[in-house]
């Protein structure tokens, strides 16, 4: 993902930065939000924010329904970044399908799209709606 950044001209960023576009992405998350979905501390998300903001690709602004709290806005820059994220893993699941075929890639983004759902924080306690890891 990151050289595919860097030959997009992206050269800024570094593989912590990828780490707060990861899926659903940071726009209008809050950083406690993206901190749960990326599983850091909200000091280091926050250090990441600090540093991405400064770079150019996001702003935090205030929340419109709670003053307290700050939302993430991406700026052109980062649209573009998204973008370019995006088509870099298109290019990969390509690749990856032209190896090994349709029905093996069908099978692996299944299983890999279940694993997300098992492993992913949830927003119930304790995580009831998720299933169980069992050997």
Known sequence: MLVGL???GFTDLVAA???VWRHPGPENQRPSE???QTRMTKQ???YLLGQLEELGYLTREADSNDQRSKRV???PRGHA???AIYEIVQ???AEWEQQMGPRKFGQLRRLLTQLYAITTPTSSPAGADRPSIRP
């Open 44 to 46: 280091a998300l926050n």
């Open 6 to 8: 860097h030959d997009r």
């Open 81 to 83: 970044a998204t973008k």
């Open 91 to 93: 290019e990969v699941e």
């Open 34 to 36: 993206l901190a749960a």
């Open 17 to 19: 930065h990828v780490d």
């Open 73 to 75: 806005r991406l700026t």
